[in-house]
Structure formats: structure tokens, C-alpha cells
């Protein structure tokens, strides 16, 4: 019997569940759904008086933590876990949250979100297993730094799939309240 490629193993799950679940209910959102608000005190993405966007956050987070939009999510899985950890892992490795560009509309979001998968991915083919083994070293904060880079990716595998969920309940949500159904309210 043959070893498993554990990246290989790691990219299937990834790629099956983006193709079979997670694009094809991205499909069709709009900047309306995109931003909505289910409930007073959301967390989002909003414009700054410079016309760029960022995301509602704070450290720590509050107990509970807001429901987050769509806009939230997405941009979290986009820049948060994607294109930060592209940068850090696989670029220059200067990208921080503050300098992030995000996104400030459903198409840009998913246009992005699908390119940083993609080179996600691309990336990913290029590790043997010594790579996935080896520590992420400072690309993370340092509570992190020691596990192995197969660790990272799992998380990775973890949030986008997590956070899908929550983005096609919300979608589920929208698109069954009176308002957007076309019923009176």
C-alpha cells in the first residue's frame, strides 16, 4: 500500500467542497445580500471617508461576539485567512490587516475570493510532505509559529468551510424573508 500524500489528501477535501458547495451558492449574490443586516448591530465591512473599506472588528472580540454579514464573512475568508496567509507564506510577507485592501462589493469580493483560492491551492501542489511537516515559523503570530505548516492548512480548509455554512444560511435566511420574497411586510 502506498503512503497518502497527506497535501494532496488536504487539497481534495478543500477542492471538492469549493467546487460542490461553496461556489455554486456564491453564485448570484448581489451587493444588497451582500451587505444586508439580519439584525441590529452587525459587524461588516464599511466604507472609510477615504472611499476604501474595512471590516468592524475589535480585540477582543465582544462576549457574545455581533452577528457578522455576509460581507463580513466573505472578506474574512478573503483576506483574513486567504491573502494574508498568501502573502505571508508565499509573498513579501507585508500585508497586515490594516493595509489590507477590502472588499467593498459582492463581485469584487467574489472575483478576489476566487483568484486567492485558486493560488491557495496552486500553492499548495508545490509542498511535499517535508514542507507540510516543517514549522510555520514567524509567518504566524507566535502562539503558532511551532506547529507544522499541515496544521495551517487544515485550519485554512477549516475556516473557509465553516464560514461558507454560515454564508449559505445567511443566504438562506435572505432570500426567505418577506422583504426579499416580494410578500407585503
Excluded at 478543500?14 to 461556489?23: A, D, N, R
Excluded at 460581507?71 to 496567509?85: N, P
Excluded at 504566524?140 to 496544521?151: D, G, L, R, Y
Aim: charged letters at 25%.
Amino acid at each position: 500500500m502506498t503512503a497518502p500524500v497527506w497535501g494532496a489528501e488536504i487539497l481534495d477535501q478543500l477542492e471538492f467542497h469549493w467546487t460542490t458547495c461553496v461556489w455554486p451558492r456564491l453564485q448570484g449574490l448581489d451587493d444588497d445580500e451582500y451587505f444586508w443586516e439580519p439584525v441590529e448591530g452587525c459587524w461588516s465591512v464599511r466604507p472609510r471617508p477615504d472611499g476604501s473599506f474595512s471590516i468592524d472588528y475589535a480585540a477582543p472580540a465582544p462576549d457574545p461576539p455581533p452577528v457578522t454579514t455576509i460581507a463580513w464573512r466573505l472578506s474574512h475568508i478573503l483576506v483574513a485567512v486567504l491573502e494574508m496567509r498568501l502573502d505571508h507564506h508565499f509573498g513579501d510577507g507585508t500585508l497586515t490587516p490594516e493595509d489590507a485592501v477590502w472588499p467593498g462589493g459582492a463581485a469584487e469580493a467574489l472575483d478576489r475570493l476566487d483568484r486567492a483560492f485558486r493560488r491557495w491551492c496552486a500553492e499548495l501542489r508545490k509542498l511535499d510532505d517535508a514542507a507540510f511537516a516543517a514549522p510555520v515559523g514567524a509567518a504566524e503570530p507566535p502562539q503558532w509559529s511551532a506547529f507544522p505548516f499541515v496544521t495551517l492548512a487544515l485550519h485554512v480548509n477549516r475556516e473557509i468551510i465553516h464560514h461558507h455554512a454560515e454564508v449559505a444560511l445567511l443566504r438562506d435566511l435572505y432570500r426567505s424573508h418577506p422583504a426579499h420574497r416580494g410578500d407585503a411586510v
